[in-house]
């Protein structure tokens, strides 16, 4: 019997071999190192009376908790936008992808949201791996991002917008505070990735040139909840104030520990530059009341267009919604697309990258400009205050929105930080 | 010094919240050689009881007392279940069991998230709880002075279970040796039920305490369940004693770890030095039954 | 023909302070079937562990001049030493000719351990023979009947070379016509081999049993031909004197064997 | 045994399988697949590479190894650090630092990168550093009989260890990962034909893959290796040293998934800690689970399969996905520990069964 077979048995053999050499081969001819490459070829459908984009959230996994809220924005403003006529008489189609908070899926959905869906740009992620998994996709196929998170800076994409803070909005604006009130030495306690890092390589910085004294540097890994040990060395090293870069739960645990220790707000606060209006539910208003967080954005924001945009959320997902600074971001992330649309009058990528240059928005937190060489926006920066009621308030802002400053050129101080690209 | 001390009591303390974590696990290992990932979910559980408890009774003081015995419940109760409709079934795949009952965390995860938010929820510390103690020259919270008596109170309780009560003896003899005690008339089936709902239950008591000092959210087990398992391995599964020797060792070794290095680091070089001791005393000898290798 | 094979002095074996095993001198000789009795906990399992390298002992284990004592499990199986369990343990996945395989290669090179069998070695067909299994060659050894498992494991012992063979209740479960066959087999392999078989069946015993070493609390009783152990004192009271104890170790699953060594089946003798 | 089962388990039919599955791979799916969801199956056979390790060293050894993402990461982030150099040597020249270091401050760089300029070294590395850290944590383990539970448990915190150490070395793009790769030994990884260059290459090692374990079950060793699963004392009784089969196997299924890790860089274009720890670790194994542990395709089915309806339930019903995951977990094991491999055989003895008892009747 296998005597019999064998001759064909080979065939096949020689005839599988030969269709992966012709398979490979074939793919030889592609691209080298050096050679010009065609970006891939647009397949946005402008023709009709809708147009697409995409919202690329987390909405399972870990990072589900804060990314929802930031889907809910994107699809209150694009209602809103429809509701009064759409963009260039089209109206917004808007296509939901889960980033299953995992960089790589991000990345895989971007790609999708592209080349399958044709949207003409996409809102959404949040940490800074989803952005940079998501940074070569949106750059090989020329599309866009619109970002709404506040970030480590250093990064200035042709194909993304940053609509959140960069780190002269937040981080600077947040040590000027402390420096003001008197701060001499701080305490850097943060979660064990790339912003803490970086943020604590700022302040250190800005400490050196400010004549504060930085008396310890901690890091727990993401969702480490034990902080004995380093409360305990916060404790005694008797800090005027801590600069928390802390992320998610392990905020929870943070504070849990700062307070059951006796530590308070008046002996040493604590400024916080991740815990916005959602999280303070669950860390327990006792045990963080008083303490400091900055941001550009609250929900007690006082003016007009924030009333509104705070009573329209309402209206849409529940009268116990707080909004917050990365959904007022995302939010305004979508008006300024639009109107960064309607200046070009058209959807393409190049023109809107040509455009953009200037394009504002009133938005709840006030006037927003867009830059355009850095795609980064102009925003106000706010320290705010706990309270008992669990919002945060204002207690500081900037004069005027701040001109965003990715790469700290404009600090002499940070001349060692940072590299332009 | 000072120092040494402070790296002592906080190891202490960390290792009584790993042991209020592990010693259940330890305690079902034991009994029934079946590893129960679902155990951190059960913690989880243990956690929103507390929540529940606090939002009925308002009062932070008097709904913690009252959720500790809740908690044992709750957790009992689903482990209780989970041993009848699945476990019991899969008795002599120990692999499939520790597969089978991840899904089972998964679920429970996500039937958290359902029905209390993905975001963590609040529960209160109560005011006599608030504040720190100063012990030679380091400041430990009272809630923690609070999780390392429960923790004593915890192990005493099922030492005293295991030794004075015919329940207790009954699970004794199972863990001993299981065929010779159904010979001898005992129904291994009730005791592994009775273990199952123990072990779960102190798994929910655990959860009660730890909301004093983490996090109430759908992943909080998860965070607690590789170094509860990890003080499973290291004390050598089943062993109340070693159990606790276990995690006061891990707790001490990550604190002095934590001080010297990272946080990050830490976790790593307590695996190294788990590996390390596992070099020394492989526990896979004990387990060998020489009669039958069935 | 009286060689000995295996010469164990002075072996105690000891559990948190309890010796299971105090004090047991034995030589297994080639072309014997040595029967090991006792009564339960007499240390005779506990004994074959110690031999194998299963339980740490003191005393001597010596086999072709090699003090045993330490070495590890592997090596004295590769020694010649070859035991089977209470329970019969086979691949059960593995057919048989596959379970024999295994047991004739573990001299076998990691490289020709990596290329597909090519041919069942002679010796393997051999034993299938012997066994009484060469109908089932590509049978699972998972649904073979239980004394076929236990005559599987035997020949998984002959085609790995073991000239010193440790039974444990070979004829556990067994029918009267299986247990006639083992008995067979046993002396036919006890031909070039030494064979010791720990037994509680005393008719099996009386059948075929060569010689006998009468375990009891760990130590020597008595040792001899069947008869002179049949005869001792000290065995009688040992037996008699408690004869609930002897036979009611042996498993439920067992059947019913006779109750005490006067009975004798004359099937079976 | 049926007689299709016999035919594929002859010389002719082996082949005549083989050729099938290169004729789909290499021939069916670029003409019935976008571009980019080529891509996308080219990373969910990346997954089948390392469910084809856990099916030898859990299905056939009895390891349960829920670290595979250790080995995954080693090849993905000893293949990023290549691409890293190569990207930034061409950018910048010899020695240049690449440009996420820059980010983080990084301004020289790391002694332990250079190596990795090197296309030789880099592929030698990923080919040996898993395989002997594999070997060495195996012999460690497996010599002194640490397994079962036991064994799985320290995989596992293995995992978790390895996550939370590379998320501390931000010379290795810390939490964020490496990503952001441009070229491929030479080929630029953004062009369609490349990418369909790197889906090829993936395939073929991915057949490559499936005959290695092929011949492993079929050789002596690949029965041994089930005989220490079923009864490693036995075994050892025999006298074989069962640490170091154990030990071979583990150390290919370390082999196997660093090998689709470094596959899985330049296809997917990031690597981050988030895709190799516990979790990501334990649902390599719920593929070879539902495909069928012990059997040669099993896994490779199951870890498409789940892979595939991860991306497409998960859009629909995020939190549904998350219940499916939990209860297939549960009832395959529970019901199936065969998987889907074993359906047939459970039907045909279903068959057989009622077959016999008609029999049984008429006699």
């Given amino acids: ?421 | 010094m000072d120092m040494l001390v402070g790296q002592l009591l906080t190891g202490l303390s960390t290792g009584s919240i790993l042991l209020l974590a592990a010693l259940g696990l330890s305690l079902t290992y034991g009994q029934m050689g079946v590893i129960n990932m679902a155990h951190g979910e059960f913690i989880m559980a243990g956690c929103y009881t507390a929540y529940v408890t606090q939002q009925v009774i308002g009062d932070a003081g008097v709904s913690l007392l009252i959720a500790l015995p809740i908690g044992f419940l709750v957790g009992g109760l689903m482990g209780f279940i989970l041993e009848a409709l699945l476990i019991r079934r899969l008795y002599h795949r120990p692999l499939d069991t520790l597969l089978v009952t991840f899904g089972v965390g998964l679920i429970l995860q996500q039937v958290a998230r359902d029905s209390f938010g993905a975001q963590a929820v609040n529960v209160s510390v109560p005011e006599f709880l608030r504040g720190g103690v100063d012990i030679l020259g380091t400041t430990l919270p009272k809630t923690r002075l609070f999780i390392m008596a429960l923790a004593i109170v915890a192990v005493t309780a099922v030492t005293l279970v295991l030794r004075f009560t015919p329940a207790g003896r009954r699970i004794r003899a199972v863990v001993g040796n299981r065929d010779l005690a159904e010979t001898a008339g005992i129904s291994t089936r009730k005791v592994d039920a009775a273990t199952f709902f123990i072990g779960s239950g102190l798994a929910g008591i655990a959860g009660v305490a730890l909301t004093l000092i983490g996090s109430t959210s759908p992943t909080t087990g998860q965070s607690y369940l590789v170094d509860a398992f990890l003080v499973v391995v290291a004390g050598g599964m089943g062993r109340i004693k070693g159990a606790v020797i276990a995690a006061v060792a891990l707790g001490t070794l990550q604190a002095v770890f934590e001080t010297n290095s990272t946080a990050s680091l830490a976790k790593v070089g307590v695996f190294i030095v788990i590996v390390v001791f596992l070099q020394l005393r492989p526990q896979g000898l004990f387990t060998l039954r020489t009669r039958s290798l069935a | 023909m009286n060689d000995v094979l295996l010469t164990c002095k002075n072996i105690e074996v000891s559990f948190d302070g309890f010796k299971a095993v105090d004090g047991v001198d034995l030589e297994l000789r080639r072309g014997e079937v040595h029967f090991l009795i006792g009564p339960n906990g007499a240390g005779k399992t506990t004994l074959v562990d110690a031999i194998t390298g299963l339980a740490k002992y003191t005393g001597s284990v010596t086999k072709d001049g090699e003090e045993l004592r330490g070495k590890k499990i592997p090596h004295i199986a590769r020694k010649g030493i070859g035991r089977t369990f209470q329970t019969a343990t086979v691949f059960e996945n593995l057919t048989v000719a596959q379970n024999l395989d295994i047991a004739a290669g573990a001299g076998r090179s990691p490289w020709s351990l990596l290329r597909r069998r090519k041919h069942l070695p002679q010796q393997v067909l051999e034993t299938m023979e012997r066994i009484g299994l060469a109908d089932h060659a590509g049978t699972d050894a998972g649904i073979l009947a239980h004394g076929q498992k236990q005559w599987l494991e035997i020949g998984m012992l002959l085609v790995g070379d073991a000239d010193v063979l440790l039974l444990d209740e070979p004829i556990a479960g067994m029918g009267h016509e299986e247990r006639e066959t083992t008995g067979k087999l046993l002396h036919d392999i006890a031909a070039d081999r030494a064979v010791a078989v720990v037994e509680h069946d005393m008719d099996f015993m009386r059948a075929n049993a060569s010689r006998v070493t009468v375990l009891h609390a760990g130590a020597v009783l008595a040792a001899g031909s069947v008869d002179e152990v049949s005869t001792d004192a000290k065995v009688q009271e040992v037996y008699l004197g408690t004869s609930n104890a002897a036979p009611s170790e042996t498993a439920p699953s067992k059947g019913a064997p006779s109750k005490d060594m006067e009975t004798a089946d004359a099937r079976v003798a | 045994m049926s007689a299709v089962s016999k035919f594929f388990q002859s010389k002719f039919g082996i082949w005549s399988g083989f050729a099938g599955a290169a004729v789909a791979l290499f021939g069916i799916m670029p003409l019935l697949l976008s571009g980019f969801r080529l891509g996308l199956f080219a990373q969910f056979l990346c997954y089948a590479i390392v469910a084809v390790g856990i099916g030898l060293a859990w299905g056939r050894g009895g390891m349960l190894t829920l670290g595979q993402g250790v080995y995954f990461g080693m090849g993905a982030y000893l293949m990023a650090m290549h691409l890293k150099m190569a990207d930034a040597e061409f950018r910048n020249g010899p020695g240049a630092v690449p440009d996420f270091m820059e980010l983080a401050g990084i301004r020289s760089l790391p002694a332990y990168w250079a190596p990795f300029a090197s296309p030789v070294f880099t592929i030698a590395a990923i080919l040996i550093l898993p395989t002997a850290f594999a070997v060495l944590l195996g012999l460690a383990v497996f010599k002194r009989r640490v397994k079962g539970a036991y064994f799985a448990i320290l995989s596992q915190a293995l995992a978790g260890a390895f996550a939370i150490l590379l998320i501390g070395q931000q010379s290795l793009g810390g939490f964020n990962g490496i990503s952001r790769f441009q070229y491929f030994f030479g080929y630029t990884i953004n062009d369609p034909v490349n990418q369909q260059m790197l889906y090829f290459i993936v395939a073929a090692v991915l057949l490559a893959v499936v005959a290695l374990s092929l011949q492993l079950r079929r050789s002596r060793y690949g029965e041994l290796l089930v005989a220490v699963r079923d009864s490693e004392e036995r075994v050892r009784f025999l006298g074989y040293d069962s640490a170091n089969i154990k030990v071979v196997a583990y150390a290919v299924a370390a082999l196997l998934a660093s090998i689709a890790g470094a596959l899985f860089v330049p296809v997917v274009g990031i690597i981050s800690p988030a895709s190799i720890g516990i979790v990501p670790s334990i649902m390599f194994i719920l593929g070879v689970a539902i495909g069928g542990r012990a059997s040669l395709l099993g896994p490779v089915i199951g870890a498409l399969a789940v892979a595939w309806a991860q991306t497409t339930l998960s859009e629909q019903f995020p939190s549904a996905w998350t219940y499916a995951q939990g209860l297939l977990f549960i009832v395959v094991i529970a019901l199936l520990p065969g998987g889907i491999a074993s359906i047939p055989a459970l039907a045909k003895r279903f068959r057989f069964k009622n077959n016999a008892e008609a029999v049984e009747a008429t006699a």
């Avoid at chain 1, 096949?12 to 050679?35: E, F, H, P, T, V």
């Fill in chain 1, 1 to 421: 019997m296998q005597n019999r077979f064998k001759p064909t048995s080979r065939a096949l053999a020689a005839s599988a071999a030969i269709l992966i050499a012709a398979g490979s081969a074939a793919a030889c001819g592609g691209a080298r190192a050096g050679d010009e490459t065609a970006a891939a070829e647009s397949c946005v459908d402008t023709s009709g009376d809708t147009i697409k984009v995409g919202a690329l959230n987390s909405l399972s996994g870990t990072m589900a908790i804060s990314e929802t809220t930031v889907n809910d924005a994107i699809h209150l403003a694009v209602d809103e936008i429809n509701a009064a006529g759409g963009v260039m008489d089209k109206q917004i189609e808007l296509v939901d992808e889960d980033g299953a908070s995992e960089p790589t899926v991000f990345a895989e959905k971007a790609e999708k949201l592209i080349r399958e869906d044709c949207v003409a740009s996409v809102f959404g992620g949040w940490t800074s791996a989803s952005r940079k998994a998501m940074l070569p996709v949106f750059e090989d196929n020329d599309s866009l991002l619109y970002y709404p998170v506040q970030y480590e800076g250093l990064e200035a994409s042709e194909n993304i917008f940053y609509t959140g803070a960069t780190t002269n909005q937040q981080i600077i604006p947040a040590l000027d505070y402390l420096a003001e009130t008197g701060v001499k030495s701080i305490y850097l306690v943060g979660s064990d990735y790339v912003f803490p890092r970086t943020a604590n390589a700022i302040i250190n910085a800005y400490a050196a040139a400010h004549d504060i004294e930085v008396l310890g540097e901690d890091y727990v890994q993401l969702g480490g909840v034990d902080f004995s040990t380093i409360v305990q060395q916060v404790n005694a090293s008797g800090a005027d104030a801590v600069f928390n870069t802390l992320n998610g739960d392990s905020n929870v645990a943070f504070f849990r520990e700062y307070s059951n220790v006796g530590l308070t707000a008046e002996e040493m606060p604590v400024m916080s530059v991740s815990i916005a209006e959602e999280e303070v539910g669950g860390i327990g208003v006792e045990n963080i009341e008083g303490q400091l967080a900055a941001w550009n954005y609250y929900q007690t924001v006082e003016s007009d267009v924030n009333s509104t945009f705070v009573e329209a959320f309402k209206a849409a997902y529940g009268a116990d919604r707080v909004t917050s600074d990365p959904m007022e971001a995302a939010y305004n992330s979508v008006y300024l697309w639009a109107a960064t649309v309607e200046k070009a009058e058209s959807f393409a990528v190049a023109d809107i990258q040509a455009n953009a240059d200037g394009v504002s928005f009133e938005s709840p937190e006030g006037t927003v400009v867009i830059d355009g060489d850095n795609h980064h926006v102009a925003k106000t920066a706010r320290i705010g205050e706990i309270q008992s009621d669990g919002l945060l308030y204002t207690v500081w802002e900037s004069e005027g929105p701040i001109e965003p400053d990715p790469f700290l050129e404009g600090y002499d101080w940070a001349a060692d930080l940072t590299v332009t690209e």
